[in-house]
């Protein structure tokens, strides 16, 4: 379309002349206006009409781009960039810019931080590749950081950009320009930068700057665009485009589809009018419900080219720097120059990013990566800018609606990580304040009343969740901690400030969300608690980065620590609400503070106090402590301290106790988010670690009184306390918070693997952590790294120390292994260490006992022996041996001894154990170390309380019943006395002795006395047990009798049969072996759980079956029949078997009325669901699918159950019949001769297509030999005997299954009077049974013997299915097809057939199936069935065999291509020269004659020929095996290398092929002349590519090679764009793994129509090519999809294992990936064996949540 109604002349664009122009301009310091000169006319002619995107770049290749390069090079542009490059000096940057999907490396022992990541070219190259590396998948938009030395601790260089031999630092690239040059590459730049920022900030859409304005009045041309935005869904756009523009849905998908890749789409062109129609139906439609309409804009045709130029401008930068390191710099510095207005071009482009549209934002971002982030000097002054224009441009990124990966906002990573500018800023631009008071700005308008902060769950405003990127860049500043010598003054007043910003932010959240015990109702409304969880997850690493900072200098530690406390006193509670009394017990007095929790408010958020708890942990390697004169602070006391933890502690014990269940799940949530492992680090251990602070500084007694008080536990520790009188479940909780408190005490003094806390490293720390989680059991390395803490690189280091306590054992079953404990490291295990949940707790409390039993060790669980303190933490020691403890343990010991206590509890005595044995393991470390100051030991045998005393009298004690607090007694009382020994205090050793044989003895008079009262137990039931079995079988013995399978006969294929007479079992012909009667089938119902005979005229029986179709088989995916296809023969099975129909059964056996009530319910069942609701189910009930009632497989249909085929044949004198192979060819082809009908055709005179009228038995018996005839007329004779017609039960499921078989093989409606359906029943049955015989031959089982029950039953039910389907067919339907057969073996000499069919398009086992099953009737006198026409494997199938394997054998011969052996000597071999002269004959007859520079060997085609014909025989020995049910031989049942003998011998055929055609007379001679005549073989032989159609055997099909490494298949895809978007990377491009084919999946651009369903790429795909079944990698997922028809889909594992055996879909933890082939051989056994429907089935049923995807947009 032109913009102009009269276009004016286009002045001739000759280039020479235009670049002399733009020179003078240049030297007049006019270039940019004579550049405008020419743009005003061509951008129009480029971009102005519409074109298609090739053209359009060529032409602006010629018109816009190429005469700007000649001008700026004055000469050929390839020459002189050339020249250019060749100056550069080799890059050390890689600075590859990443492409959506593209894999990035990071090396995790390497990397300054997770950010810094490598290319896979530079990460294959490196260092790093030996190290432990992370891998994942780009976002898009980062840079490789290969190079740069300060993303590296080590190894920055790959061997592609090695560091520079000499200092290049003081080089300036633009020297190295010709000056002539750098002056018209300044004047370029500069001229289209300012046309760039003019253009995509231009505002107005009808018109251009007056510079660019064409001349002459405009025409009315308009466009209606479309904006993108992050808030409307692609539905809402996608109908809101159907009705403003009137387009169709794909259209309105692909406009939808533009607008999101590129943020703008025009969608609709014309006249202003029609444009601004559209544009308000839009905003109308997409502002309802309160939303914000979408943005839309009229703009006219000229303003759009030339915006669409200006961003072609800036992609034509990217290349023009990329030329040369001087035009690189000399970009940077041009752009970092300030203009007229004060501000540089890189500052406006940094401004105006949220007013472009997405496209131009990307390409925007893309330049100043490859322009200015490449330049060290150029960046450090961008840095500078971001920094000073971060408030704005953050407050701009909050009110835009773009995502942060399109936003500038995104580069703060490119720049904050780099240490050295990060540290820059934080010194000189208060880099840390600047971001945190633009954050606590957005936090305003969060604030309640009090100053905190509350989120309200209804809010819809995405503000502040988009100013929490903010926190991910404090994260990032914060990353690279300065070491000592890089702190100066400035750099702790300026970080002190940022801190003390921070510490407003987390005073706004100290005792937000607080709540009150409910004590009458049940809270009514959940509160909202998620937010505040959101923002503490947030800035746990900031928090964790502050506290390590400060732990760095001691000046900056001092001041942050006065900064907390100062800010920590603000939030003190108010004298008036909080008050302090004095509280005493047994004689020890304290003042506490009076504050009940159970009654008053409770906040689980303390920040605040959680900073100062971690700034402690601190102190001591400064040389400083809590009572330092430089920390002293009057505002807060060490009681004022540890109350807020206190109370959150004490509030989640009285959890515990039931106390807040009123309170409803919203509390249950927050405290499990407070112990969790994602939060705890900043949250629980904090709280702990403060009250250790506390322990340290106030008096031991008062600390302990301070707890009881707030435990409410003060009358509990009285003496007084057991009198009865109080109310029973006020017992029970003051029991439970004991218990609590107890464990609480247990903690402080246990937990010393905190650094700064105890004597420990981290790496003690992640030890110890590891060592509890394997002491619940062993686990594997993904579950491990769940239970352990990340720190800010998201690192967990259990890789460091995991190998030291513990061993890693792959699974015997599988690539996965586990993680098991050493045993030297079970004695670090803590009963009640701090981080095991209660269920933890318990399960490794078991796990340990049972442990300890097995090992026959005692069942005590002791305290391990702990960790040193700090000095700062020290004095938390005095616990154990004040007297507020000693009265404790007294007072609990005394309770035990007690007859009766109502306040005692078996779990308090078993946790004061636990402490005294803590105290006596400190006594033990205090006398070796020779510290006097500790002496618990001598006030716990004081005679005023003597511990030990009281213990000793526990033992035997009544009391305890469990073992292992008895034990733990003895154990405690045993570390006594070897303490006093260590003392030297008088123990007599005989004391000791007494109380380990004391205690043992107790110990097995106790074992001995279980296990007597457990064998009479056992002996007691066993008798019952006995006596009731008797009765029951006594009471039904007939159920006994007989009860082995569902189908007792015919469970198995092993052959148990006896034949008559011995000697190797031959299945056909005149000397068939006779097998004995056959032994009754018997089937169960699974349903009525009755148990009936299988006959023909009783009750019918049917077994579930799901019916499928395939291609699995196909030897050319090229070509899929459609269901409209009625030119299709189904009659001959194709010989590439393109597709099949599979049946398959779970070997259930049901009555078929019982199963017609079972299905009838589940049909009406579902019809009562809402619709809705219908398709959220592992069965489609519109497809007639089911579950199997017992097994639950998915079923479509139930395959009859028949008796044995000789049993329903009466006997008959057919085997006396004495027929030769050429009288019996004779009688067919004279047969097929004499009943041709030619029809009328108007094609060439030697085309003919027949039609048959079959000829009576006498008509042909007269033109034969009167011996010949009446050989032939016995051969053929019919019984008729109505006696054993079917019964019509059977009869009606053998025409339904055949019914189904038909309607799901071909995808269409049922139809019985279909000509297609016997063909389908056959077909199916030839398909299944070549499936199963290639399962057998890939997975190396023998032929017999070694199928499934399930397989066995369902190919029996098949065959005889095949068999028997005649006698439901028409007789002369069954003799046209019969007919149609024979004719395609027996054509007509010198005429062509119609179809074009030769002999190599059939495949012949299907053929011979079909000739087996219809030849009976072919010379049958009435139309009635008669089980006479059943096959029976006489001599009449005998020959039929024959035929067929001749012709199959003439089929390898035009095929084969043997591969030459050289001439090797071979000793003579008869048969070998005998089937080279057939070869020869053969090939020459269908003039393949050629010679070969190495001919064929006889004994190479002899081989050949064996090898390839196996299939065929192996399938014939299957299908006759279950016909004539002879055994098969013994050498077919078991796994043989040569089976091409004992084949022959079961089934009666010379060994020596070459007989088939020597000595069979000259009938068969004549029928191979014409096969090979055939003028179709020729042009069928060979394909476009030069390759045969189909050789034998045929190749077993595989799913696709992929690739050992991961990262090779991430990195091949990244490269793959979306087919029908214009180049646009794929999100989720989706690899089928049977042809290799890439999809761009779940996307609306590749969604297509399949039968007027919507489908995504992979299930169309799955239509093509898998016949409705596919099996996809999700690349970048790493995730497997497996589909089946359009609704039903599941995903499973990936066939790629890190180094421990596991999996990791979405790559969540980046470990190293490679290909297990078991795995991968599983997934292909799952396809080949058709079992991926149900697999579908079973995870649809067991995982409900994969019911609610739409799996065909997948």
Same mark, same amino acid.
């Given at each position: 379309?032109?913009?102009?109604?009269?276009?004016?002349?286009?002045?001739?664009?000759?280039?020479?002349?235009?670049?002399?122009?733009?020179?003078?301009?240049?030297?007049?310091?006019?270039?940019?206006?004579?550049?405008?000169?020419?743009?005003?006319?061509?951008?129009?002619?480029?971009?102005?009409?519409?074109?298609?995107?090739?053209?359009?770049?060529?032409?602006?290749?010629?018109?816009?781009?190429?005469?700007?390069?000649?001008?700026?090079?004055?000469?050929?542009?390839? !020459?002189?960039?050339?020249?250019?490059?060749?100056?550069?000096?080799?890059?050390?940057?890689?600075?590859?810019?990443?492409?959506?999907?593209?894999?990035?490396?990071?090396?995790?022992?390497?990397?300054?931080?997770?950010?810094?990541?490598?290319?896979?070219?530079?990460?294959?190259?490196?260092?790093?590749?030996?190290?432990?590396?992370?891998?994942?998948?780009?976002?898009?938009?980062?840079?490789?950081?290969?190079?740069?030395?300060?993303?590296?601790?080590?190894?920055?260089?790959?061997?592609?950009?090695?560091?520079?031999?000499?200092?290049?630092?003081?080089?300036?690239?633009?020297?190295?320009?010709?000056?002539?040059?750098?002056?018209?590459?300044?004047?370029?730049?500069?001229?289209?930068?300012?046309?760039?920022?003019?253009?995509?900030?231009?505002?107005?859409?009808?018109?251009?700057?007056?510079?660019?304005?064409?001349?002459?009045?405009?025409?009315?041309?308009?466009?209606?665009?479309?904006?993108?935005?992050?808030?409307?869904?692609?539905?809402?756009?996608?109908?809101?485009?159907?009705?403003?523009?009137?387009?169709?849905?794909?259209?309105?998908?692909?406009?939808?589809?533009?607008?999101?890749?590129?943020?703008?789409?025009?969608?609709?062109?014309?006249?202003?009018?029609?444009?601004?129609?559209?544009?308000?139906?839009?905003?109308?439609?997409?502002?309802?419900?309160?939303?914000?309409?979408?943005?839309?804009?009229?703009?006219?045709?000229?303003?759009?080219?030339?915006?669409?130029?200006?961003?072609?401008?800036?992609?034509?930068?990217?290349?023009?720097?990329?030329?040369?390191?001087?035009?690189?710099?000399?970009?940077?510095?041009?752009?970092?120059?300030?203009?007229?207005?004060?501000?540089?071009?890189?500052?406006?482009?940094?401004?105006?990013?949220?007013?472009?549209?997405?496209?131009?934002?990307?390409?925007?971002?893309?330049?100043?990566?490859?322009?200015?982030?490449?330049?060290?000097?150029?960046?450090?002054?961008?840095?500078?800018?971001?920094?000073?224009?971060?408030?704005?441009?953050?407050?701009?990124?909050?009110?835009?609606?773009?995502?942060?990966?399109?936003?500038?906002?995104?580069?703060?990573?490119?720049?904050?990580?780099? &240490?050295?500018?990060?540290?820059?800023?934080?010194?000189?631009?208060?880099?840390?304040?600047?971001?945190?008071?633009?954050?606590?700005?957005?936090?305003?308008?969060?604030?309640?009343?009090?100053?905190?902060?509350?989120?309200?769950?209804?809010?819809?405003?995405?503000?502040?969740?988009?100013?929490?990127?903010?926190?991910?860049?404090?994260?990032?500043?914060?990353?690279?901690?300065?070491?000592?010598?890089?702190?100066?003054?400035?750099?702790?007043?300026?970080?002190?400030?940022?801190?003390?910003?921070?510490?407003?932010?987390?005073?706004?959240?100290?005792?937000?969300?607080?709540?009150?015990?409910?004590?009458?109702?049940?809270?009514?409304?959940?509160?909202?608690?998620?937010?505040?969880?959101?923002?503490?997850?947030?800035?746990?690493?900031?928090?964790?980065?502050?506290?390590?900072?400060?732990?760095?200098?001691?000046?900056?530690?001092?001041?942050?620590?006065?900064?907390?406390?100062?800010?920590?006193?603000?939030?003190?509670?108010?004298?008036?609400?909080?008050?302090?009394?004095?509280?005493?017990?047994?004689?020890?007095?304290?003042?506490?503070?009076?504050?009940?929790?159970?009654?008053?408010?409770?906040?689980?958020?303390?920040?605040?106090?959680?900073?100062?708890?971690?700034?402690?942990?601190?102190?001591?390697?400064?040389?400083?402590?809590?009572?330092?004169?430089?920390?002293?602070?009057?505002?807060?006391?060490?009681?004022?301290?540890?109350?807020?933890?206190?109370?959150?502690? !004490?509030?989640?014990?009285?959890?515990?106790?039931?106390?807040?269940?009123?309170?409803?799940?919203?509390?249950?949530?927050?405290?499990?988010?407070?112990?969790?492992?994602?939060?705890?680090?900043?949250?629980?251990?904090?709280?702990?670690?403060?009250?250790?602070?506390?322990?340290?500084?106030?008096?031991?007694?008062?600390?302990?009184?301070?707890?009881?008080?707030?435990?409410?536990?003060?009358?509990?520790?009285?003496?007084?306390?057991?009198?009865?009188?109080?109310?029973?479940?006020?017992?029970?909780?003051?029991?439970?918070?004991?218990?609590?408190?107890?464990?609480?005490?247990?903690?402080?003094?246990?937990?010393?693997?905190?650094?700064?806390?105890?004597?420990?490293?981290?790496?003690?720390?992640?030890?110890?952590?590891?060592?509890?989680?394997?002491? =619940?059991?062993?686990?594997?390395?993904?579950?491990?790294?769940?239970?352990?803490?990340?720190?800010?690189?998201?690192?967990?280091?259990?890789?460091?120390?995991?190998?030291?306590?513990?061993?890693?054992?792959?699974?015997?079953?599988?690539?996965?292994?586990?993680?098991?404990?050493?045993?030297?490291?079970?004695?670090?295990?803590?009963?009640?260490?701090?981080?095991?949940?209660?269920?933890?707790?318990?399960?490794?409390?078991?796990?340990?006992?049972?442990?300890?039993?097995?090992?026959?060790?005692?069942?005590?669980?002791?305290?391990?022996?702990?960790?040193?303190?700090?000095?700062?933490?020290?004095?938390?020691?005095?616990?154990?041996?004040?007297?507020?403890?000693?009265?404790?343990?007294?007072?609990?010991?005394?309770?035990?001894?007690?007859?009766?206590?109502?306040?005692?509890?078996?779990?308090?005595?078993?946790?004061?154990?636990?402490?005294?044995?803590?105290?006596?393991?400190?006594?033990?470390?205090?006398?070796?170390?020779?510290?006097?100051?500790?002496?618990?030991?001598?006030?716990? =045998?004081?005679?005023?309380?003597?511990?030990?005393?009281?213990?000793?009298?526990?033992?035997?004690?009544?009391?305890?019943?469990?073992?292992?607090?008895? /034990?733990?007694?003895?154990?405690?009382?045993?570390?006594?006395?070897?303490?006093?020994?260590?003392?030297?205090?008088?123990?007599?050793?005989?004391?000791?002795?007494?109380?380990?044989?004391?205690?043992?003895?107790?110990?097995?008079?106790?074992?001995?006395?279980?296990?007597?009262?457990?064998?009479?137990?056992?002996?007691?039931?066993?008798?019952?047990?006995?006596?009731?079995?008797?009765?029951?079988?006594?009471?039904?013995?007939?159920?006994?009798?007989?009860?082995?399978?569902?189908?007792?006969?015919?469970?198995?294929?092993?052959?148990?049969?006896?034949?008559?007479?011995?000697?190797?079992?031959?299945?056909?012909?005149?000397?068939?072996?006779?097998?004995?009667?056959?032994?009754?089938?018997?089937?169960?119902?699974?349903?009525?759980?009755?148990?009936?005979?299988?006959?023909?005229?009783?009750?019918?029986? !049917?077994?579930?079956?799901?019916?499928?179709?395939?291609?699995?088989?196909?030897?050319?995916?090229?070509?899929?029949?459609?269901?409209?296809?009625?030119?299709?023969?189904?009659?001959?099975?194709?010989?590439?078997?393109?597709?099949?129909?599979?049946?398959?059964?779970?070997?259930?056996?049901?009555?078929?009325?019982?199963?017609?009530?079972?299905?009838?319910? !589940?049909?009406?069942?579902?019809?009562?669901?809402?619709?809705?609701?219908?398709?959220?189910?592992?069965?489609?009930?519109?497809?007639?699918?089911?579950?199997?009632?017992?097994?639950?497989?998915?079923?479509?249909?139930?395959?009859?159950?028949?008796?044995?085929?000789?049993?329903?044949?009466?006997?008959?004198?057919?085997?006396?019949?004495?027929?030769?192979?050429?009288?019996?060819?004779?009688?067919?082809?004279? $047969?097929?001769?004499?009943?041709?009908?030619?029809?009328?055709?108007?094609?060439?005179?030697?085309?003919?297509?027949?039609?048959?009228? &079959?000829?009576?038995?006498?008509?042909?018996?007269?033109?034969?030999?009167?011996?010949?005839?009446?050989?032939?007329?016995?051969?053929?004779?019919?019984?008729?005997?109505?006696?054993?017609?079917?019964?019509?039960?059977?009869? /009606?499921?053998?025409?339904?299954?055949?019914?189904?078989?038909?309607?799901?093989?071909?995808?269409?409606?049922?139809?019985?009077?279909?000509?297609?359906?016997?063909?389908?029943?056959?077909?199916?049955?030839?398909?299944?049974?070549? $499936?199963?015989?290639?399962?057998?031959?890939?997975?190396?089982?023998?032929?017999?013997?070694?199928?499934?029950?399930?397989?066995?039953?369902? #190919?029996?039910?098949?065959?005889?299915?095949?068999?028997?389907?005649?006698?439901?067919?028409?007789?002369?339907?069954?003799?046209?097809?019969?007919?149609?057969?024979?004719?395609?073996?027996?054509?007509?000499?010198?005429?062509?057939?119609?179809?074009?069919?030769?002999?190599?398009?059939?495949?012949?086992?299907?053929?011979?199936?079909?000739?087996?099953?219809?030849? &009976?009737?072919?010379?049958?006198?009435?139309?009635?069935?008669?089980?006479?026409?059943?096959?029976?494997?006489?001599?009449? /199938?005998?020959?039929?065999?024959?035929?067929?394997?001749?012709?199959?054998?003439?089929?390898?011969?035009?095929?084969?291509?043997?591969?030459?052996?050289?001439?090797?000597?071979?000793?003579?071999?008869?048969?070998?020269?005998?089937?080279?002269?057939?070869?020869?004959?053969?090939?020459?007859?269908?003039?393949?004659?050629?010679?070969?520079?190495?001919?064929?060997?006889?004994?190479?085609?002899?081989?050949?020929?064996?090898?390839?014909?196996?299939?065929?025989?192996?399938?014939?020995?299957?299908?006759?095996?279950?016909?004539?049910?002879?055994?098969?031989?013994?050498?077919?049942?078991?796994?043989?290398?040569?089976?091409?003998?004992?084949?022959?011998?079961?089934?009666?055929?010379?060994?020596?092929?070459?007989?088939?055609?020597?000595?069979?007379? /000259?009938?068969?001679?004549?029928?191979?002349?014409?096969?090979?005549?055939?003028?179709?073989?020729?042009?069928?032989?060979?394909?476009?590519?030069?390759?045969?159609?189909?050789?034998?055997?045929?190749?077993?099909?595989?799913?696709?090679?992929?690739?050992?490494?991961?990262?090779?298949?991430?990195?091949?895809?990244?490269?793959?764009?979306?087919?029908?978007?214009?180049?646009?990377?794929?999100?989720?491009?989706?690899?089928?793994?049977?042809?290799?084919?890439?999809?761009?999946?779940?996307?609306?651009?590749?969604?297509?129509?399949?039968?007027?369903?919507?489908?995504?790429?992979?299930?169309?795909?799955?239509?093509?090519?898998?016949?409705?079944?596919?099996?996809?990698?999700?690349?970048?997922?790493?995730?497997?999809?497996?589909?089946?028809?359009?609704?039903?889909?599941?995903?499973? &594992?990936?066939?790629?294992?890190?180094?421990?055996?596991?999996?990791?879909?979405? #790559?969540?933890?980046?470990?190293?990936?490679?290909?297990?082939?078991?795995?991968?051989?599983?997934?292909?056994?799952?396809?080949?064996?058709?079992?991926?429907?149900?697999?579908?089935?079973?995870?649809?049923?067991?995982?409900?949540?994969?019911?609610?995807?739409?799996?065909?947009?997948?």
């Amino acid at each position: 379309m032109m913009a102009l109604k009269s276009n004016a002349p286009t002045r001739a664009f000759i280039q020479q002349v235009l670049v002399k122009e733009w020179l003078d301009s240049c030297h007049k310091g006019e270039l940019l206006a004579a550049l405008k000169q020419h743009w005003k006319c061509y951008v129009l002619v480029v971009l102005g009409h519409g074109y298609d995107p090739a053209k359009e770049d060529r032409l602006a290749e010629k018109f816009l781009f190429r005469p700007m390069e000649f001008f700026l090079c004055n000469g050929d542009p390839e !020459v002189k960039f050339k020249e250019l490059k060749e100056k550069d000096c080799p890059s050390q940057f890689c600075g590859k810019v990443f492409k959506y999907g593209e894999p990035t490396y990071s090396c995790r022992d390497c990397a300054n931080d997770p950010t810094c990541v490598l290319c896979i070219d530079c990460f294959q190259k490196s260092d790093h590749k030996k190290h432990r590396y992370k891998m994942s998948t780009s976002g898009g938009g980062g840079y490789c950081d290969c190079g740069d030395s300060e993303a590296w601790k080590t190894a920055p260089f790959c061997s592609n950009h090695q560091a520079k031999q000499h200092d290049t630092s003081q080089e300036n690239p633009m020297e190295r320009l010709p000056d002539e040059l750098t002056d018209r590459a300044s004047a370029l730049l500069m001229a289209v930068l300012r046309y760039t920022m003019e253009m995509l900030t231009w505002e107005q859409c009808d018109n251009l700057p007056p510079d660019l304005q064409p001349e002459g009045e405009l025409e009315d041309s308009y466009i209606t665009m479309l904006f993108n935005d992050e808030v409307h869904t692609y539905e809402q756009v996608i109908v809101a485009l159907q009705r403003a523009v009137d387009c169709t849905q794909k259209e309105a998908v692909e406009f939808a589809t533009t607008v999101d890749r590129e943020g703008r789409s025009n969608v609709r062109s014309g006249n202003f009018s029609s444009c601004e129609k559209a544009r308000n139906i839009i905003e109308h439609n997409t502002s309802r419900h309160g939303n914000k309409p979408l943005k839309v804009q009229v703009m006219h045709t000229i303003v759009v080219a030339h915006q669409a130029f200006a961003l072609k401008i800036i992609q034509w930068l990217q290349t023009i720097i990329g030329k040369s390191d001087g035009l690189r710099h000399l970009f940077c510095v041009l752009s970092m120059q300030p203009q007229e207005d004060g501000q540089s071009i890189m500052e406006k482009l940094l401004l105006i990013d949220t007013q472009l549209w997405k496209v131009a934002r990307v390409n925007n971002h893309q330049l100043i990566m490859a322009g200015v982030l490449m330049d060290l000097e150029c960046k450090k002054q961008f840095a500078i800018l971001f920094t000073k224009h971060y408030p704005t441009l953050v407050r701009d990124f909050i009110r835009d609606d773009h995502y942060r990966s399109v936003s500038i906002t995104s580069l703060s990573v490119q720049i904050f990580t780099v &240490p050295t500018l990060a540290r820059m800023l934080v010194t000189e631009y208060n880099l840390l304040d600047v971001i945190m008071q633009s954050f606590l700005k957005c936090c305003e308008e969060k604030k309640n009343n009090e100053g905190k902060l509350a989120f309200d769950r209804g809010d819809r405003n995405q503000a502040f969740k988009r100013a929490c990127y903010m926190l991910y860049d404090m994260k990032y500043a914060l990353t690279c901690k300065p070491s000592d010598h890089e702190w100066t003054d400035k750099l702790r007043e300026n970080f002190l400030k940022g801190l003390r910003s921070f510490l407003s932010l987390l005073k706004m959240m100290q005792g937000m969300d607080a709540v009150i015990r409910q004590t009458g109702t049940h809270l009514e409304y959940e509160p909202e608690w998620e937010g505040a969880f959101n923002l503490q997850l947030k800035q746990d690493d900031i928090i964790a980065e502050f506290i390590n900072w400060c732990g760095q200098d001691k000046l900056t530690l001092i001041g942050a620590y006065k900064i907390t406390m100062d800010i920590l006193s603000q939030c003190k509670d108010k004298p008036a609400t909080v008050k302090r009394e004095y509280k005493s017990v047994a004689g020890f007095k304290a003042k506490c503070v009076r504050y009940d929790v159970s009654g008053q408010h409770v906040s689980i958020h303390l920040p605040l106090t959680r900073f100062m708890a971690g700034l402690c942990l601190h102190l001591e390697k400064h040389g400083l402590n809590f009572n330092s004169p430089e920390l002293a602070m009057d505002s807060l006391t060490p009681v004022d301290l540890i109350e807020p933890p206190l109370r959150v502690l !004490v509030m989640i014990a009285q959890t515990q106790a039931n106390m807040w269940r009123r309170n409803g799940y919203g509390l249950l949530n927050q405290i499990f988010f407070y112990h969790n492992v994602k939060c705890r680090r900043e949250m629980y251990d904090k709280d702990i670690v403060m009250l250790q602070v506390g322990a340290s500084v106030i008096d031991s007694n008062e600390f302990l009184i301070h707890l009881m008080n707030k435990f409410g536990l003060l009358a509990w520790a009285s003496l007084e306390y057991d009198v009865p009188g109080s109310q029973e479940d006020m017992i029970k909780q003051t029991v439970t918070l004991a218990e609590e408190f107890l464990n609480l005490l247990i903690i402080i003094i246990g937990e010393r693997y905190v650094e700064g806390v105890g004597d420990v490293t981290s790496a003690d720390t992640v030890q110890r952590e590891i060592i509890h989680q394997l002491c =619940i059991s062993p686990m594997a390395h993904s579950e491990l790294s769940k239970a352990l803490p990340e720190d800010s690189n998201h690192e967990t280091g259990i890789e460091q120390v995991i190998n030291l306590v513990s061993t890693f054992k792959k699974s015997a079953t599988n690539s996965s292994g586990r993680f098991e404990l050493k045993k030297d490291s079970y004695q670090e295990y803590n009963k009640y260490f701090y981080h095991y949940s209660r269920a933890e707790q318990s399960k490794s409390e078991e796990a340990q006992i049972e442990r300890k039993k097995h090992e026959n060790e005692g069942q005590a669980l002791p305290p391990p022996n702990p960790k040193k303190f700090k000095q700062n933490f020290q004095p938390i020691t005095n616990l154990l041996q004040c007297d507020m403890m000693l009265y404790l343990m007294h007072l609990l010991l005394q309770r035990t001894a007690a007859k009766r206590s109502r306040s005692w509890s078996e779990g308090q005595l078993d946790r004061i154990l636990h402490i005294i044995g803590l105290a006596l393991l400190e006594q033990r470390r205090a006398t070796n170390e020779g510290d006097h100051s500790f002496d618990f030991l001598s006030k716990a =045998i004081n005679d005023d309380r003597n511990i030990m005393s009281i213990m000793e009298g526990l033992v035997g004690n009544a009391n305890l019943t469990h073992e292992s607090t008895k /034990d733990l007694l003895t154990w405690t009382l045993k570390l006594f006395l070897e303490v006093r020994k260590l003392k030297n205090d008088p123990v007599s050793m005989d004391t000791l002795d007494q109380l380990s044989s004391s205690t043992n003895r107790n110990h097995d008079e106790t074992k001995k006395l279980k296990a007597k009262m457990a064998a009479k137990r056992r002996a007691k039931i066993m008798a019952q047990m006995s006596t009731m079995q008797k009765n029951f079988i006594k009471e039904n013995a007939e159920l006994f009798q007989s009860a082995d399978s569902e189908l007792s006969r015919t469970s198995s294929d092993m052959d148990i049969s006896e034949l008559q007479s011995g000697g190797f079992p031959v299945a056909l012909g005149r000397n068939r072996s006779k097998v004995a009667s056959p032994v009754p089938c018997k089937g169960m119902c699974i349903l009525c759980q009755e148990e009936q005979e299988v006959k023909h005229s009783g009750r019918a029986m !049917v077994l579930a079956a799901f019916v499928q179709r395939s291609t699995v088989l196909s030897q050319c995916r090229r070509k899929f029949p459609s269901k409209d296809d009625d030119d299709h023969d189904y009659l001959f099975s194709p010989s590439d078997l393109t597709s099949g129909t599979y049946t398959s059964s779970c070997g259930h056996v049901m009555h078929f009325d019982c199963w017609q009530r079972f299905f009838d319910a !589940v049909v009406m069942r579902e019809r009562r669901r809402p619709i809705r609701f219908r398709s959220n189910l592992s069965y489609n009930i519109e497809q007639n699918e089911f579950l199997c009632p017992l097994c639950e497989s998915i079923s479509n249909t139930v395959i009859p159950v028949v008796p044995s085929l000789p049993s329903l044949v009466p006997d008959s004198n057919k085997d006396d019949a004495n027929l030769t192979f050429n009288d019996w060819l004779d009688g067919l082809h004279k $047969s097929v001769q004499s009943s041709r009908k030619e029809t009328d055709i108007k094609e060439a005179k030697d085309t003919v297509a027949y039609e048959f009228e &079959p000829s009576p038995l006498n008509a042909i018996t007269k033109m034969m030999a009167e011996s010949v005839a009446s050989n032939f007329r016995l051969l053929w004779q019919s019984f008729q005997n109505d006696s054993t017609l079917f019964a019509q039960s059977l009869t /009606d499921m053998v025409k339904k299954f055949g019914r189904d078989v038909y309607s799901f093989g071909l995808n269409v409606e049922p139809d019985d009077g279909n000509v297609r359906v016997p063909f389908m029943a056959w077909s199916t049955c030839v398909f299944t049974l070549q $499936s199963i015989e290639q399962q057998l031959k890939v997975e190396e089982k023998p032929l017999f013997g070694a199928m499934s029950s399930r397989q066995s039953d369902c #190919l029996s039910a098949l065959i005889k299915f095949a068999c028997i389907f005649n006698l439901v067919i028409p007789q002369n339907l069954i003799k046209q097809h019969c007919l149609r057969l024979l004719s395609a073996l027996m054509p007509e000499a010198n005429r062509t057939r119609k179809d074009g069919q030769s002999i190599l398009d059939i495949d012949m086992f299907g053929y011979l199936l079909t000739l087996t099953v219809t030849l &009976p009737s072919l010379y049958t006198d009435c139309q009635a069935p008669s089980m006479g026409t059943l096959p029976t494997g006489g001599l009449g /199938d005998h020959h039929a065999l024959k035929l067929v394997l001749t012709a199959h054998i003439v089929q390898i011969m035009l095929t084969c291509d043997i591969p030459s052996q050289g001439m090797m000597e071979i000793e003579a071999d008869n048969e070998g020269e005998a089937l080279l002269r057939i070869y020869t004959f053969i090939r020459k007859e269908a003039k393949m004659e050629g010679e070969s520079e190495n001919p064929v060997q006889p004994w190479q085609l002899s081989q050949y020929l064996r090898k390839a014909c196996l299939p065929f025989l192996r399938c014939a020995a299957l299908l006759y095996r279950q016909i004539t049910e002879v055994p098969a031989p013994r050498s077919l049942q078991e796994l043989n290398d040569d089976e091409f003998e004992p084949l022959c011998r079961y089934l009666a055929l010379p060994p020596q092929l070459s007989t088939l055609f020597e000595s069979q007379g /000259d009938i068969i001679t004549s029928l191979v002349q014409q096969w090979c005549h055939n003028d179709n073989i020729g042009s069928q032989m060979m394909t476009a590519s030069s390759e045969k159609i189909i050789s034998y055997p045929r190749r077993v099909n595989r799913l696709v090679t992929l690739p050992e490494d991961y990262s090779e298949l991430i990195n091949e895809v990244s490269s793959f764009t979306c087919p029908k978007s214009d180049g646009d990377e794929s999100r989720a491009p989706t690899m089928c793994l049977v042809c290799g084919k890439m999809l761009c999946s779940q996307s609306y651009c590749c969604q297509a129509d399949v039968d007027g369903t919507t489908c995504g790429a992979a299930t169309e795909h799955t239509v093509s090519c898998g016949a409705g079944i596919g099996i996809f990698l999700r690349v970048r997922e790493c995730q497997i999809l497996l589909l089946a028809g359009k609704s039903k889909g599941c995903f499973v &594992p990936p066939p790629y294992l890190d180094v421990y055996g596991e999996t990791d879909q979405g #790559l969540r933890r980046g470990n190293p990936l490679t290909l297990c082939q078991t795995s991968y051989k599983a997934l292909e056994k799952l396809w080949f064996t058709h079992s991926i429907p149900q697999t579908i089935a079973h995870n649809l049923e067991s995982h409900s949540n994969l019911l609610t995807i739409d799996w065909q947009h997948l």
